[in-house]
């Protein structure tokens, strides 16, 4: 009898293996130089600009830091002079080599000048004086039980202060007043609602707003939205990239009219990139580049561990304890 049910069993986790599906391109090439370069330890945390590493050298788009953070520090920004902005994620956050005490965990954080914007683990928001250590703005949102890992930080945009709420939110707030001047809601229903991308496309001026699944565009005129599950998003040339859950990499305007699309059958993408042209990370050990117009591509091999984090900041894919740079 005990045979029998091993049997069963095993059959049973054949089929469903066998029934599983995965990317397989036509063909492949080795034509591309990919510059593949160590680091000095393989990345311990991550968001959407920048990682961690086990040995507490960072990454940022400037590359490779020359210097560690303390311990027990992970990076989540840097201001606009440079200074690194790094959290505990218990009690303190660092600005440059100065640690400053907080109230709650700091999940992320922007500075301008002498304005510190802090979003908490617990969904609120709040604005410092860091001279005075003056609270300028306090607001307290709903809890957010379950969050996508890609936390987006709050950002400056001219006068005004942008807040993305782990509920789907982003809080605009007037630099001058201290005060919400408007609440853009970009999807509060999903389980995962949290804000993973909020960056200003600076030709159109328009910014663009994406949880997992939604992206919001918002001009001086509209407010355009689409949904998506997303895998990546990124902004490049004038450009909106999305790779998605299903296989799909899309090509937007900023006001997110689909320019372009092609479909990779069970492909699952890690990473979006951009060198002289786009590029997607694909896990089964694939990179595949992207003409311009869409209408061609070239699938080269990429081997890397798909069970370990991964990070594309321009055109520098970050994995393992390695990098490449794509041409």
Do not use: W
């Not at 393989?42 to 507490?56: F, P, R, V, W, Y």
């Not at 020359?66 to 201001?79: A, R, V």
């Not at 005004?160 to 919400?180: M, R």
């Amino acid at each position: 009898m005990k045979s029998i049910l091993l049997s069963v069993v095993v059959i049973a986790l054949f089929t469903a293996c066998s029934g599983k599906k995965y990317y397989e391109p036509e063909e492949t090439s080795s034509n591309i130089e990919l510059n593949k370069k160590s680091m000095s330890s393989s990345i311990k945390s991550m968001n959407k600009i920048g990682a961690t590493l086990e040995d507490n050298e960072i990454i940022t788009k400037k590359g490779i830091s020359s210097f560690q953070l303390p311990e027990g520090f992970e990076f989540i920004n840097f201001t606009e002079e440079g200074e690194v902005i790094a959290t505990n994620y218990i009690d303190k956050i660092l600005l440059g080599t100065r640690e400053r005490k907080v109230k709650d965990v700091v999940v992320a954080a922007a500075k301008r000048d002498e304005k510190l914007a802090l979003i908490y683990s617990n969904n609120s928001m709040e604005l410092i004086d860091i001279n005075t250590d003056k609270t300028l703005f306090k607001e307290y949102l709903p809890l957010s039980l379950a969050n996508d890992t890609r936390v987006a930080n709050p950002i400056f945009m001219g006068s005004l202060i942008l807040f993305p709420t782990l509920n789907g939110k982003v809080l605009i707030l007037s630099s001058a007043t201290n005060e919400v001047v408007r609440n853009i809601s970009v999807d509060t229903d999903s389980d995962f609602k949290n804000i993973i991308s909020l960056e200003v496309e600076q030709k159109s001026e328009s910014l663009i707003v994406a949880n997992a699944h939604k992206v919001v565009a918002i001009s001086a005129r509209d407010i355009i939205s689409k949904e998506y599950d997303i895998r990546d998003i990124i902004i490049k040339n004038g450009y909106i990239y999305i790779a998605t859950v299903d296989g799909n990499i899309i090509k937007l305007t900023p006001n997110l009219e689909e320019v372009a699309k092609r479909k990779y059958k069970y492909a699952k993408f890690h990473a979006l990139a951009y060198g002289n042209s786009l590029y997607a990370v694909e896990s089964q050990g694939f990179l595949i580049n992207i003409s311009d117009d869409f209408r061609n591509d070239t699938v080269y091999e990429f081997s890397f561990d798909n069970e370990k984090r991964l990070i594309a900041i321009d055109n520098k894919v970050y994995f393992n304890s390695d990098y490449i740079t794509l041409p």
